[in-house]
């Protein structure tokens, strides 16, 4: 029998809602720590922009204003990404894993042509139960990440099944992430010294994998670099 508060509510419920709360105060906290700093540069620049005659002057005021323009798209494209997380539970919907991994090898291929892509999945594969759009993020996300890591510009896709359960692979041949380090990687903001993003990717595919009733995690890859695992539980038959 489930336990309910005084309000007829299941406890598991309220305390997932609060947790949802609390990362979502936490998230909007890191979210408006990165908007603040770019944010006071272009008003800066704009203020010195009125006033400067010396074209080489404007020019490099131009520049830097264009430069942390950039950054605030970045973080306002990541904010978008976090609002189409669902709390825990939330998550429904049906996808193809063969189409997003396949969408998923084209958009890498666009994103660099240098890349060398391998795709790998079994023949055939069932449906998983998560949404077509959120499936995609979270592949996308795992995707540009591993090719901003890939030191020899090879990244692998692959897919294998397991009863009631599907795993995904995204591996690279980058330099990997410290043992130590494998937890840490997919709290929010969390990012490496080297990275020009905001450290949301991860967080956020995480959160939409977890949504679902899944799970996602780090490991060493084959190929020497990193390798994240994503295991999505299948999608109920259809009864057509």
Request: glycine fraction near 8%; hydrophobic fraction near 45%.
């Amino acid at each position: 029998m489930a336990v309910t508060t005084h309000t007829g509510i299941p406890i598991d419920r309220t305390v997932d809602d609060l947790v949802h709360d609390a990362e979502t105060a936490e998230l909007v906290g890191f979210i408006g720590h990165e908007l603040r700093t770019p944010l006071a540069s272009v008003m800066s620049c704009a203020e010195l922009l009125e006033s400067a005659d010396d074209p080489t002057e404007r020019s490099m005021l131009a520049a830097t204003m264009r430069r942390h323009a950039k950054r605030l798209m970045l973080v306002f494209e990541a904010a978008l990404q976090t609002s189409r997380v669902w709390p825990a539970g939330e998550s429904a919907g049906r996808a193809n894993i063969r189409d997003a991994l396949c969408s998923a090898a084209e958009w890498l291929t666009a994103f660099d042509a240098r890349l060398r892509v391998r795709l790998h999945h079994s023949p055939r594969l069932r449906d998983v139960a998560i949404e077509p759009d959120a499936l995609h993020l979270v592949l996308n996300n795992l995707a540009v990440n591993a090719a901003k890591h890939a030191r020899g510009r090879t990244v692998s896709l692959s897919a294998v099944e397991h009863p009631g359960a599907v795993e995904l692979i995204v591996e690279d041949d980058g330099s990997g992430v410290p043992a130590h380090l494998r937890e840490t990687v997919f709290e929010p903001c969390a990012k490496g010294r080297d990275s020009d993003g905001h450290g949301l990717g991860l967080y956020v595919a995480r959160r939409l994998v977890r949504g679902c009733g899944g799970d996602i995690c780090v490991g060493r890859s084959k190929l020497g670099g990193a390798a994240f695992h994503v295991l999505l539980p299948v999608a109920e038959a259809r009864h057509d």
